[in-house]
């Protein structure tokens, strides 16, 4: 009897807890619920208390559902999670909307759990920036001058054509073996761009680039927002989460911490040259001391922190241009008369040559023609990278509340048959004669995205895929492994940031030109 009555006891006790630390949260949600019932919101689906529309969205399927979800409700969907409203456009007049329209008003980005994690890290990169804000102006300005205005672009190029050169070479030596493709791009793309940047190779092609990989995509999901992001309560139990944080942070550290300080002793003595590292601790040393926001820097444990996770964030996007490679090499392979057509376009572009450079590739349209039709098919980032609503507005007469966070579904735009004539199907001629291009100003093909937060690599990106694409299509024949029918190719890809293959791409390939890159 004791027993029971304690049991009781101790049950009625739980449930007194447990409703005295729900009730903030049920209260918040509730005074939610009735604040936005007075609004006039994009239609979706209904939400559940507390959960919201979480059964809605299938995560591995995410960019599916929710083109499933604009089929029903429309190109303009609205959504909950926890006591967050997230706003969904599926179409280009919605995404011209929120990209050029409202484009200030929704140009935040929403601020991660990450920041509180790794001090300065929503200070010194660009796409986690809440707002557009002064330092957000300066990191951007600083970047474009530095590594993709036309100026900087052109004085790199040697150093690409050196870092594509040295591909071609070691892949030469390949011939009729199974070559994991996509690894081999993703060494030439990182060190185009450590090049670029800091003048030194981080990774030999031979190396199993692994590691390098899964620690730069560990930055990618602790940037993008997540369930313990939209939900308070998830976040504060999500001790793997902060345990990851912490691990990257350090990975990071040790990663850059050398080259940016031995930079820093260079500077000191006044022997350094003058690539993106030596303006950026430079510029970022003045900056901070004239903004007067050296006690946050000096808080940070490694003098160099701030620098070097600017130069992370730059780094990381190597995975997205190396995927879209592999897409390209996908598409190419399983659609043959597309590779030999474009084959030809470059055979023509060399003449007998045998020598190629970037400036014959910018006026290929076919090879631009392939591009975008990967780009359309295969965006990297299928939800850009998520907004947030700085202040409310309405978009096509729907309120859209201040602190919302707004996806434009690059994905389904690319593949929505009232856009695009057989949306699925791999025909780059749909481009052929027609004026539209990556740069944000066609909302039909929105990878790099548009307004003020586009892509600022996006030059770089586009001249880095230009180049290796060629080369590949031009010195190489090739296969599947063990003589499989290419029509076959599974194009199945896995919702993540890159949006990848769900299969490693495996090739063989046979020599067929000697080419140098000049
Ligand atoms: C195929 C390659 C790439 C794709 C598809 C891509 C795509 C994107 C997209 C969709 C966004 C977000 C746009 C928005 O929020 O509306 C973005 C932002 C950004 N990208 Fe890229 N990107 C690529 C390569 C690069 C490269 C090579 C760099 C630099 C080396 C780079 C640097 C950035 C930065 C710094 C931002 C943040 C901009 C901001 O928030 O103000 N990206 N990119």
Request: aromatic share 6%; glycine share 6%; hydrophobic share 40%.
């Amino acid at each position: 009897m004791d027993t029971i009555a304690l049991e009781v006891t101790n049950s009625n006790q739980y449930l007194l807890y447990a409703t005295l630390f729900m009730m903030p949260i049920l209260l918040h949600a509730f005074s939610r619920c009735k604040a936005n019932n007075s609004l006039h919101l994009p239609p979706g689906p209904r939400a559940w208390p507390i959960i919201g529309n979480i059964l809605d969205l299938d995560g591995e399927k995410t960019h599916t559902c929710l083109a499933n979800l604009a089929e029903i409700y429309g190109p303009l969907i609205s959504l909950r999670l926890g006591s967050k409203l997230i706003v969904v456009a599926s179409s280009p007049a919605t995404a011209r909307e929120i990209l050029k329209t409202h484009d200030q008003a929704l140009s935040g980005r929403l601020t991660l759990r990450i920041s509180n994690v790794i001090p300065g890290v929503k200070s010194s990169m660009i796409v986690l920036s809440a707002e557009c804000n002064q330092r957000w102006r300066f990191l951007r300005s600083t970047a474009r001058t530095e590594l993709f205005s036309c100026r900087a672009l052109e004085s790199h190029s040697k150093l690409r054509a050196e870092k594509v050169q040295n591909m071609l070479d070691f892949l030469g030596l390949k011939g009729g073996v199974v070559v994991a493709i996509v690894d081999v791009l993703y060494a030439t793309i990182v060190n185009i761009l450590t090049n670029t940047m800091m003048s030194k190779d981080i990774i030999n092609l031979k190396d199993n680039v692994g590691e390098l990989r899964k620690f730069s995509r560990s930055l990618v999901e602790l940037a993008v927002p997540s369930m313990a992001d939209i939900f308070p309560l998830v976040g504060a139990l999500d001790f793997q989460a902060k345990r990851k944080a912490r691990d990257y942070k350090e990975r990071n550290e040790a990663l850059w911490a050398d080259t940016v300080s031995e930079r820093r002793g260079k500077q000191d003595c006044g022997t350094s040259g003058a690539d993106f590292l030596d303006v950026l601790i430079q510029q970022s040393f003045d900056d901070f001391r004239s903004h007067g926001i050296k006690s946050q820097y000096i808080t940070c444990k490694n003098a160099h922190s701030l620098g070097i996770i600017h130069v992370q964030e730059l780094f990381v996007t190597s995975d997205s241009v190396s995927t879209t490679l592999g897409w390209a090499m996908s598409e190419l392979t399983k659609n043959q008369n597309a590779m030999l057509k474009l084959r030809d376009e470059i055979t023509n572009a060399i003449g007998g040559t045998g020598l190629l450079s970037e400036s014959q590739l910018a006026k290929l349209p076919y090879l631009q023609a392939c591009i975008k039709e990967t780009l359309r098919l295969h965006p990297p980032s299928p939800f850009l990278v998520p907004h947030c609503a700085v202040q409310s507005c309405k978009v096509m007469d729907y309120d859209i509340p201040k602190n919302s966070l707004v996806v434009v579904n690059a994905y389904a735009i690319g593949r929505d048959h009232k856009t695009w004539e057989d949306p699925l199907s791999f025909k780059p001629e749909r481009f052929l004669g027609k004026n539209l291009d990556l740069k944000g100003t066609h909302y039909e093909l929105l990878p790099f995205g548009a307004g003020r937060r586009n892509c600022i690599g996006y030059p770089l990106a586009l001249k880095q895929i230009q180049l290796v694409l060629a080369s590949l299509v031009h010195a190489f024949d090739w296969f599947l492994p063990s003589g499989m029918d290419p029509e076959t190719l599974d194009m199945s890809d896995e919702f993540r940031v890159p949006m990848r293959r769900a299969s490693p791409l495996l090739l063989i390939l046979e020599k067929r030109n000697d080419l140098r890159i000049v």
